[in-house]
């Protein structure tokens, strides 16, 4: 199984769910789960901090971070951050394929780095493998509904399915799609240009 | 002229007046010893949003989230850390255009033994980045100079730095 497969399958129960990705998972994302509240992060490892920025920021709202292993061990220190914060509305998926996939696919480290004992040695409470889409799918909608911080891991072979649509968006764009979707969605002003200001 | 008064516990106080003055409302900490009160005084405000780091980069990425969704957001860190987040204040906050309030310790500044290579480094890589910077030396100057500074990173929609100085932070 790909991450394609994974993000397929979970593309229905994410909802309105704001979602953070990197590397190539977000092209794959985009293609099942088309929707401004996606934010394709350019800093490897930064997927889960500002996952977890808006998730502190925003309680009441989902906030997904589709995670890669060279990106979750390059942030390694980002962990006991999210977990002393312990968003509960933050679900943290990792699909690990043991290599950098978007750099040419080197290995990572992850074949000898459990990143489910990292993440609870961290702190977090809850964060588990799953071994199967029937499994990835149930640990998922279980986090959602106990709206407990969880990390959900799953080992996927690398590659991805050919002739996805290519991402439109530079970051620009992509930012400010993305926050107009949130004012849309949230009901408030949040950018706010210089000569309207207050301060 | 008068001497500063070696008081944390008040420089601290001015300083979180005026970030709060300026807007601010989302803190991410790393200590350095020398600013010990005023992360104390953050984590005790109950108007700041407090979110003490590991490292410095990961709260780049932290308050660059926290931005999207609104919030008014500042770091408090040494200038090594500073250093330490490079990477992520180039391919976040310069790359999606995201402000962010640097305030960062001057260690190595004019006069402060143990630290004068990190000093020397530190103007030099905030211009590089094309960061904005501001020394604050003066307590008088505290609450003009965070809000310049925050109107000055809104509007660039870039991070500014202000570098806090033993004097401002009132400690030896």
Request: charged share 25%.
């Amino acid at each position: 199984m790909q991450r394609y497969d994974y993000l397929k399958l979970i593309a229905d129960d994410a909802k309105d769910a704001l979602s953070v990705s990197t590397g190539w998972a977000s092209r794959e994302w985009w293609a099942v789960r088309p929707s401004d509240g996606n934010l394709k992060t350019r800093t490897l490892g930064l997927v889960s901090s500002i996952a977890a920025g808006l998730a502190i920021a925003l309680p009441h709202r989902k906030v997904i971070a589709l995670d890669g292993d060279g990106a979750f061990l390059m942030n390694l220190c980002g962990l006991p951050t999210i977990a002393q914060q312990n968003p509960g509305n933050f679900i943290h998926l990792l699909f690990d394929n043991e290599v950098y996939e978007a750099s040419g696919g080197t290995a990572t480290a992850s074949r000898h780095a459990d990143a489910v004992i990292l993440a609870k040695g961290a702190g977090y409470r809850n964060a588990k493998w799953v071994k199967s889409l029937e499994e990835f799918r149930a640990a998922f909608v279980r986090a959602w509904q106990q709206n407990e911080l969880t990390l959900i891991a799953v080992k996927v072979e690398p590659g991805q399915p050919k002739n996805l649509p290519a991402l439109k968006l530079d970051e620009i764009e992509n930012k400010y799609r993305f926050m107009r979707y949130l004012e849309a969605t949230e009901k408030k002003g949040i950018l706010n240009p210089g000569f309207d200001s207050k301060l | 002229m008068a001497m500063a008064i070696e008081d944390p516990i008040n420089a601290a106080a001015l300083i979180v007046a005026g970030l709060k003055k300026a807007g601010i409302n989302f803190v991410a900490t790393l200590p350095d010893e020398k600013m010990l009160e005023v992360i104390r005084a953050v984590e005790t405000d109950k108007e700041l949003k407090h979110v003490p780091l590991c490292r410095e980069e990961e709260g780049i990425g932290i308050c660059a989230g926290a931005y999207l969704a609104g919030k008014k957001t500042a770091i408090i860190m040494q200038n090594a850390g500073f250093l330490n987040s490079c990477n992520a204040l180039t391919t976040t906050s310069l790359q999606f255009q995201i402000p962010i309030l640097m305030l960062i310790y001057y260690a190595g500044d004019i006069g402060d033994r143990g630290f004068t290579t990190l000093g020397s480094v530190t103007e030099p890589v905030l211009q590089a980045m094309g960061f904005r910077s501001y020394v604050l030396r003066r307590q008088e100057e505290i609450d003009e100079t965070l809000r310049g500074a925050q109107i000055l990173a809104d509007d660039s929609k870039k991070p500014v730095a202000v570098l806090l100085t033993k004097r401002v932070l009132g400690v030896k």
